[in-house]
């Protein structure tokens, strides 16, 4: 059902996201995936997806709580890969403690990454979902 399909999944470095990155390409999916920080276990996971399932897999390190981040984010995917047919907004963050201590600017960060960054990437893709 995934063979020949392309998805972007965003924060799939780790967690939730790379799991569901390895289940899609273990279906034969090509797979675009965004990550925060480290570069070399990004690199890392491109090769063992790609080697293990016959996959192509790139990552990109992007924020996707700026908006023109993620627009320029969408260009670079759909020029490299052709088309996106499968968009998993899944990066999110934790700033575990309890809202006494929570500063007003962590507040801010769990939002932009966790909510606002949904709307970013959705937007930046919806001309091409729909075609146009």
């Known amino acids: 059902m995934l063979s020949g399909k392309t ?14 990155a390895e289940v899609f390409a273990k279906n034969g999916c090509n797979i675009a995936f965004t990550f925060a920080s480290s570069v070399e276990k990004a690199r ?4 063992e997806l790609s080697e293990k ?15 023109k981040q993620s627009e320029t984010l969408a260009e670079q995917v759909i020029s490299e890969f052709g088309k996106v047919d499968i ?18 600017e962590q507040w801010d960060e769990v939002i932009n990454t966790n909510l606002k960054s949904a709307f ?9 979902f729909l075609g146009k």
Do not use: P
């Open 120 to 128: 970013n990437l959705t937007k930046s893709f919806l001309r091409h």
């Open 53 to 67: 399932y016959g996959v192509t897999v790139k990552g990109y390190q992007s924020n996707a709580a700026d908006f």
């Open 7 to 20: 998805a972007l999944i965003t924060g799939a470095s780790r967690g939730i996201g790379k799991g569901i």
């Open 87 to 104: 968009l998993i907004n899944n990066a999110g963050i934790t700033r575990d403690g309890l809202m006494l201590r929570m500063s007003e």
């Open 44 to 47: 890392a996971f491109e090769a």
